[in-house]
């Protein structure tokens, strides 16, 4: 018996410095109304999805750095897109910069939801792999600086959610084959990621032209490797004068792309998924209990309760991994 999930890819073409925030969300919502009008259950947006991607500038200021990000959500500027889901019951992924605050103080994180049919958030996820640098290096056309602007996240948990098992992931973390496996263990089937990739690499301009097909082939691989849906949604085009690429795609569990955006702009595509699909290959060749040699892997890839062979040691994992 199939369990179809109707998933759009809402990807954003730019989003400038000058553009607001109620700007954006009107975006966000248009999309999500062509959506719903082709029967989307949940629409996924980009990484940094309400402002231009900041990281690319040196800022000092304070102040300047916490007008990018939300102190809460929803908010004032938010609520519409939240009131929109709930109307037409569609959920949605959205990605933002988080400012939260904790018992040391303020803390930013680079940070995804998601919201569910009714317009309730049912799970957050803080980025985990930050990319680029912490300090000012001016030698480059234009900077990354995530490890100066955010803390990063601790870890993946999956969400009962949609009729089947959903994990989130945030553009770096597509390129590292453990944010699959760890939603892997747990049974993901479905992994939702929103990014921003500048098409120019500073510390390696050779890979420039290969950035589409690193986005694809990191994503193909962690879909077949899992036995899970990717849904991977780009914020594209030239963005105060940074191209970034497009590319957003669906991949299904056999790692075929099964639906993509063409432009790079806003664009809004549809896939109908079976979550069910994911089982063939959680049951033969990714059988995890059958075929997966924990014991010659060492403790990253380590199920809760799994031993590391000859000693007997157990590896104390977070709670569900
Ligand atoms: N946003 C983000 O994580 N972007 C990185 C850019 C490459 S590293 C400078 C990415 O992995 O796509």
Known sequence: MPRY?????????????????????????ELMRQAHAVGAQLIVFPELALTTFFPRWYIEDEAE??????????????????????ALGV?????????????????????????????QIVAKYRKVHL???????????????????FTAGDGWEVTQAFGGVVGMAICN????AETYRVMGLQGVEMVLIGYNTPVH???????????????????????????????????????????????????APSGEVVARCLTKGDEMAIARCDLDFCAIYKRT??????????????LITQRKGETLGADGTVWAAPSGV
């Open 5 to 29: 999930l109707n998933v759009a890819l809402g990807q954003l073409g730019p989003i400038q410095r000058a553009d607001s925030r109620t700007q954006v969300v009107a975006r966000l919502c």
């Open 65 to 86: 750095i916490n007008s990018f990000f939300e102190q809460s959500m929803p908010n004032a500027a938010t609520q519409p897109l939240f009131d929109l889901s709930k």
């Open 91 to 119: 959920g949605f992924y959205l990605g933002y910069a988080e400012l939260a605050q904790e018992a040391t103080g303020a803390v930013r994180y680079n940070t995804s939801i998601l919201v569910d049919r009714s317009g």
């Open 131 to 149: 990319p680029g640098h912490k300090e000012h290096e001016p030698w480059r056309r234009f900077q990354h600086l995530e490890k100066r602007y």
């Open 173 to 176: 973390d597509r390129r590292w």
């Open 201 to 251: 690499n500073a510390p390696a301009p050779e890979h420039d032209d290969l950035s589409l097909f690193h986005n694809q082939l990191s994503m193909q691989a962690g879909a077949y490797q899992n036995g899970t849906w990717v849904v991977g949604v780009a914020k594209a085009g030239v963005e105060e004068g940074v191209d970034s690429i497009g590319g957003s795609c669906i991949i």
């Open 285 to 298: 060749t990714f059988n995890f209990d059958l075929h997966r040699q924990p014991q010659a892997y060492g």
